[in-house]
Structures are given as structure tokens and as C-alpha cells.
């Protein structure tokens, strides 16, 4: 990470402890270093920390258009803004019944049990909805960094994400837990032979919850 004071121009050399202390920040919340050279404060926030990161992400690749000089494409290519859902669990008959019931749904569903890499992969996918098995989450899934990319996630943006953790130690529909771990839905893993269900059910009061104050922001241009 790349420190400059404003003031004077001189450099400073980042530590795993300063990084540490940035990495839990909340959105907004800003450290303030003291430049050695000037003693003019460096303001300093989490956003800082990845920002060299973030230039090295590669984008996707641009779509194949070689159909555009004969103007013929296939007809069945799917062209509707479909949802798009993330789920991340261990291959496996309960990720097999996580992702058929939202396909089942109308969602678009593609599956991983790395969560590291998604972090990268959500700054340019709109995921409506994001499922995290915390069962293949290793240690507390309170530290995973795509749980905690989505808890630190812009609110214009988190809104318009179902976020549904999964896992034994949680009560399906205890709203409270779920709140807790700033999730919109929690199942317990015994339950997900009826996520289909739960989700039928789960769906409709979230849109009835945001939607109207979506629309509103959409309303006044700040969505």
C-alpha cells in the first residue's frame, strides 16, 4: 500500500498493523497517520488498502461479436436481464438443491467453494442474490473476506442483494440471528432439502420490505 502525505510529498512504508487496522474499518471511518517529515495528518481509509489492488484487477474479456457481420445469432441465447445468483458451498447434493431451487426460481445460478476470488468477481457481476454455506468457510466465517466485502458494501448497492447465510448454527428464519450477521436470511443446514420453500417465502418480504424504498430512490435519481 502506497503512502503519500499531501502536504509535503513525503513517502511512508505501510505494516501488517497499520493494514490490519484499516481492513476493519467501516465505510466512511478513516484512520489518521502523522506524517514524520511535516507532522501534517495523512487521512486514511479501508478503501486505501485495496486500492492497489483494485488497479490490478483484470476486467472481463469484451463478448464475442464475430455473429454481427452475417446478423444471424441463436435464438435460444438468453437475452433478458435474467437475476444472476452466487453460491458458495462444497459440491454436493445440498449445493445441487440450493442451486435447483433457485433456478426453479428464474435465477441464473453459478457455484464455487472459493470465496476468496469472488470478492474480485462481485466489482464486476450484480448478483441479486448470494447464498454462503459457512460449512466450507474455514475458521469464523465472520472473518471470510466475501462476507465481510458484502457487510462493508456500498448500501445503494447491498440493497438489491438477498443475502442468505447457510449453515448449522443457525435457526431458519430467526430474523434476529440474521440481522446479526447482516444477512437477509439464515437457513439451518437440515433445512435445505426446502430451501426452494424457504425462499418462495423469503423472497416476497424482502421485495416487500425494499421495494417500495428502492423505487423511491429510483424516483429521485440517487439509485
Not at 507532522?39 to 489492488?53: A, F, K, T, V
Not at 440471528?177 to 426446502?194: F, R, Y
Not at 421495494?211 to 424516483?219: Q, S, V
Amino acid at each position: 500500500m502506497k503512502i503519500t502525505c499531501s502536504a509535503c510529498g513525503k513517502s511512508h512504508k505501510s505494516n501488517s498493523k497499520l493494514e490490519a487496522s484499516l481492513d476493519k474499518l467501516l465505510p466512511g471511518q478513516r484512520i489518521r497517520l502523522k506524517c514524520g517529515q511535516c507532522g501534517e495528518p495523512i487521512p486514511l481509509s479501508r478503501e486505501d488498502l485495496y486500492g492497489d489492488r483494485a488497479s490490478t484487477i483484470r476486467p472481463p474479456e469484451p463478448p464475442d461479436i464475430s455473429w454481427l457481420k452475417d446478423g444471424v445469432f441463436d435464438d435460444e441465447e438468453i437475452v433478458a436481464d435474467i437475476p444472476q445468483a452466487l453460491i458458495v458451498a462444497r459440491p454436493g447434493d445440498a449445493r445441487e438443491k440450493m442451486s435447483s431451487a433457485l433456478s426453479g426460481l428464474g435465477y441464473r445460478t453459478e457455484t464455487t467453494e472459493q470465496t476468496g476470488d469472488m470478492v474480485t468477481q462481485m466489482q464486476f457481476v450484480n448478483y441479486t442474490c448470494v447464498v454462503l454455506n459457512t460449512e466450507c468457510v474455514e475458521g469464523n466465517f465472520a472473518d471470510d473476506p466475501l462476507h465481510r466485502f458484502l457487510c462493508s458494501m456500498e448500501m445503494s448497492r447491498r440493497r438489491n442483494v438477498l443475502y442468505v447465510l447457510v449453515g448449522p448454527e443457525f435457526k431458519t428464519f430467526y430474523n434476529l440471528q440474521a440481522l446479526t450477521n447482516s444477512a437477509n436470511l439464515v437457513v439451518n443446514s437440515s433445512d435445505i432439502p426446502h430451501f426452494g420453500v424457504i425462499l418462495r417465502k423469503a423472497i416476497p418480504e424482502y421485495e416487500q420490505l425494499f421495494g417500495p424504498y428502492m423505487d423511491e430512490m429510483k424516483i429521485q435519481g440517487k439509485q
